[in-house]
């Protein structure tokens, strides 16, 4: 079913990547907690839906084949670099691994991976001493982590955009907005007037411009 050198069909190849950045994540992440679980399994299910057609089956360039092939007939779709999309369509014909969006998406997982990992040992020391994560990157966002996993994914998606990840990323950012506010109600619960104090200091994903360091309602939570 697939050209003798279109890079299909490669099914171990497949999982061993979806197993590495698995693994990666979790490294970095470690879920503790069921919400922690939710997140980080949507994340996974993400990741093998992108690496079973990055280098098993191409699904969406056979449902989408005939008008690609109809609007784009100087690309081979037959090829693996073909799965690259966006700099197909945006007339990129050198090596796509060196393509604008290819290069971006590069920046938005390194970015990702790495707030997943300054924002961790925060968390894991608030967790231990029982109180309010507020520092490192919790004194600029309240949910580092979820919007880590969103750099992430949209760095995938503009990599090897397909239509089951297209799909879902909606879902996925939706899914994880409510994970993030069913969180803050247990905070609340649990912290009282001290998360209602951060929560009015610190936005929740975008950061605002730095304007001092983030004061703490009490240190023993």
């Avoid at 507020?134 to 966002?141: I, L, N, T, V």
């Avoid at 993030?180 to 929740?204: I, N, T």
Wanted: proline share 6%; with cysteine.
């Amino acid at each position: 079913m697939h050209a003798p050198d279109s890079g299909y069909g490669l099914w171990l190849l497949a999982a061993i990547n979806a197993a590495f950045f698995i693994f990666f994540a979790w490294s970095f992440y470690k879920p503790l907690t069921r919400w922690d679980w939710r997140g980080f399994g949507m994340f996974s299910a993400f990741v093998v839906a992108l690496f079973a057609e990055m280098y098993g089956f191409p699904l969406t360039l056979y449902v989408l084949g005939g008008w690609l092939s109809a609007n784009y007939p100087q690309v081979n779709w037959l090829s693996h670099d073909a799965g690259h999309l966006l700099e197909m369509w945006f007339g990129w014909r050198a090596n796509p691994h060196f393509g604008p969006f290819h290069l971006a998406s590069f920046i938005l997982i390194g970015g990702g991976f790495w707030l997943l990992s300054a924002a961790w040992p925060v968390l894991y020391r608030a967790q231990r001493e029982g109180r309010l994560a507020r520092e490192g990157a919790y004194a600029r966002m309240r949910h580092p982590q979820y919007v880590a996993f969103v750099l992430v994914l949209t760095g995938f998606l503009l990599q090897w955009p397909t239509l089951l990840t297209l799909a879902s990323y909606p879902v996925l950012v939706w899914a994880y907005a409510r994970l993030a506010r069913r969180e803050e109600r247990d905070c609340l619960s649990r912290f009282g007037e001290d998360y209602v104090s951060y929560m009015q200091e610190v936005p929740a994903f975008i950061p605002r411009r730095r304007r001092g360091p983030v004061r703490s309602a009490g240190e023993v939570r």
